[in-house]
């Protein structure tokens, strides 16, 4: 509905008159906001809509944040933008699951008094194997 100055606008209140110009603006900036973003094919809609579904799921409301961004950029058409962002935690998750991943080997290797068991060795297996996956993955992308 467009935005409309009652006809007898000098009778309300000045709250609600400032009201009716702020959501006026906020349909005007909306609807530039979209105007200014390019079409995306059916294809490219459902993947990032697919992929907000993913984020959403996360655990990290830092990451969440960042990955929103770079999916709000892709969708200006901002492919730079979306990349460094998406590429900035590809690195920070890389180092957290290094982190991760150098603790446990070095628990196992370096402590004597930890022993392994069967959850812990067949836990680092699966984590190990669906690391393995997610690299094939990348390998064959590039």
Same mark, same amino acid.
């Given at each position: ?15 609600? *008159?400032? /009201? ?7 349909? =005007? ?5 979209? *105007? ?7 294809? @490219? ?5 697919? *992929? ?6 996360? #655990?990290?409301? #830092? ?14 058409? &901002? &492919?730079?933008?979306? =990349?460094?962002? =998406?590429?900035? !935690? ?8 290094? =982190?991760?991943?150098? !603790? /446990? ?9 930890? !022993? ?16 393995? @996956? ?7 992308? @590039?």
């Amino acid at each position: 509905m467009p935005f409309q100055l009652p006809l007898d606008f000098r009778s309300v209140r000045y709250y609600d *008159l400032l /009201s009716m110009v702020v959501e006026g603006c906020n349909q =005007a900036l909306g609807l530039i906001g979209e *105007l200014l973003k390019p079409k995306l094919s059916h294809t @490219e809609q459902m993947r990032l809509k697919d *992929l907000r579904k993913e984020v959403e799921k996360l #655990k990290d409301s #830092k990451v969440q944040y960042h990955l929103f961004q770079a999916i709000e950029e892709y969708e200006y058409g &901002h &492919h730079l933008a979306a =990349a460094l962002i =998406a590429g900035k !935690i590809a690195m920070y998750t890389i180092e957290q699951l290094r =982190a991760l991943f150098s !603790i /446990s080997r070095n628990f196992f290797t370096h402590d004597p008094n930890a !022993i392994s068991n069967a959850l812990d060795a067949l836990s680092l297996i699966a984590d190990a194997t669906k690391l393995a @996956e997610w690299s094939s993955l990348v390998e064959t992308k @590039e």
